[in-house]
Nanobody
């Protein structure tokens, strides 16, 4: 079993920064890909960023490229999302996810991920 728990959400002013954390527990060796998704009320869940647990390439949605950075600390089984230059459009519930992907193709499809956290709310005010 794998459990994911997000934290770090809250309210921040536009232009500010926030760092989200996702701590994994259980059989963490059973996935090779981790990602952040977000969902605003009434909208579909969208992929924000992703990376291999073993290191290597990182992937970002065009809407956050240059502003967000995904990273991980494998020793702590923790995934991070550093969010800079936040915009009101970034307001959403943010979820971390993990899965076993054979390639990075369509990393942004939530169907690729078997394990999910419960989400943490980020609200960006203007």
């Amino acid at each position: 079993q794998v459990q994911l728990v997000e934290s770090g959400g809250g309210s921040v002013q536009a232009g500010g920064s926030r760092r989200l954390s996702c701590v994994a527990s259980g059989n963490t060796w059973r996935y090779n890909f981790v990602a952040w998704f977000r969902q605003a009320p009434g909208k579909e869940r969208e992929g924000v960023a992703a990376t291999y647990t073993g290191g290597g390439s990182t992937y970002y949605a065009d809407s956050v490229k240059g502003r967000f950075t995904i990273s991980r600390d494998n020793a702590k089984n923790t995934l991070y999302l550093q969010m800079n230059s936040l915009k009101p459009e970034d307001t959403a519930s943010y979820y971390c996810a993990a899965g076993q992907l054979r390639s990075d193709n369509r990393w942004y499809h939530e169907s690729n991920y078997n394990y999910w956290g419960q989400g943490t709310q980020v609200t960006v005010s203007s």
